[in-house]
């Protein structure tokens, strides 16, 4: 009798114990299922790539030029890739562009030493103000023509050739050089290879602090204000990712009746530059404004419709 109940009872813990386990089992089973929440076993969508952000890119540009020479180019600085117009190999004079190679010489040339007070308002104004007593001072200190060869071999410029303007030989300014060889020097510079490891943020941080207009309140005869042009052409989309650095070049010269106007940008993406002649009548402002369309149509991708050039000449010296 004892048996017989002990075997009664231990079948009945049997199916209990079954009746227990296969809840619980299913419910992990179901558990190991569910996805954050989720029922059914569903998996959710990744979300999108966001876009790259937007840049500056090879494209066809169309600006309705009344001058002499027009020409740019555009450095795409994690490929190196150039592209720009057709005669971005032709050349024009540098005018104020070349300082920011002074600077950048005469600060790799000092290494580690500190930079004397002097030399860094010399550097400080040849850069923001465009102030031509100080860019002499620096092209004495690092040897002159020298310099310029230097600038050449150093950056690896291939169109770029000291001016032989009449009357003017021996002027760092009628050096000639084309917008290839200008997006070089721009990539040259901000990739330390200019003005070395350590002074090249400080050169950077400089260019990126060009003050003055086109007005003539801003256009003084030893200097300038040089912030327009490429600056102006650029979205708040671009200018947000970081500094544009950037040195332009302009003087109406008397011996062919032109503006020569310069504009050059370098930022951690690009190296863009755009360089003009045209009649002195039109005025500084109009190569700004060519300098800012070219800037505005390589836009990528394109914010809204791009800056418009005037089509008559602009202003009066």
């Keep these: 009798m004892r048996s017989r109940v002990t075997m009664v009872l231990a079948v009945v813990a049997v199916l209990l114990g079954g009746v227990l386990l296969v809840p619980a089992a299913y419910a992990r089973l179901a558990g190991d299922g569910e996805t954050g929440g989720g029922g059914g076993g569903s998996v959710a969508a990744p979300a999108p790539a966001p876009p790259p952000p937007p840049t500056l890119a090879a494209t066809p540009v169309a600006v309705n030029f009344k001058g002499e020479f027009f ?19 032709s050349t024009s004079s540098t005018e104020s562009m070349i300082k920011s190679w002074f600077a950048a010489d005469y600060l790799n040339r000092l290494g580690d030493k500190a930079l004397p007070g002097s030399f ?16 002499n001072r620096l092209y004495k200190a690092i040897g002159g023509a020298a310099s310029i060869k230097r600038m050449t071999s150093t950056c690896e410029l291939t169109d770029t050739k000291p001016g032989n303007v009449p009357g003017y030989v021996g002027w760092w300014s009628f050096t000639r050089m084309s917008p290839r060889d200008a997006v070089r020097l721009g990539d040259c510079i901000a990739d330390g290879t200019a003005a070395g490891p350590k002074w090249t943020k400080f050169l950077l941080d400089e260019m990126a602090k060009v003050r ?24 708040e989309s671009i200018t947000s990712q970081g500094p544009v650095s950037m040195k332009n070049g302009w003087t109406p010269l008397n011996y062919d009746g032109n503006w020569h106007v310069n504009c050059l940008a370098v930022t951690d993406r690009w190296s863009l530059a755009v360089m003009l002649r045209y009649p002195i009548r039109s005025g ?12 505005s149509q390589l836009v990528t991708p394109q914010p809204g419709a791009a800056l418009k050039v005037p089509q008559q000449p602009v202003g009066k010296l």
């Excluded at 020409?71 to 190999?89: F, H, P, V, Y």
């Excluded at 860094?120 to 860019?135: E, P």
């Design 284 to 295: 500084l402002k109009y190569g700004a404004q060519v300098c800012a369309s070219v800037a």
């Design 212 to 235: 003055g207009t086109t007005a003539a309140k801003d256009q003084k005869a030893r200097q300038g204000g040089g912030r327009w042009g490429i600056i102006d052409g650029l979205p």
């Design 71 to 89: 020409s740019w180019a555009l450095m795409d600085r994690e490929s190196g890739e150039i592209s720009g117009s057709k005669n971005m190999a």
């Design 120 to 135: 860094k308002k010399d550097i400080t104004t040849a850069i923001r103000d465009s102030n031509d007593d100080a860019a």
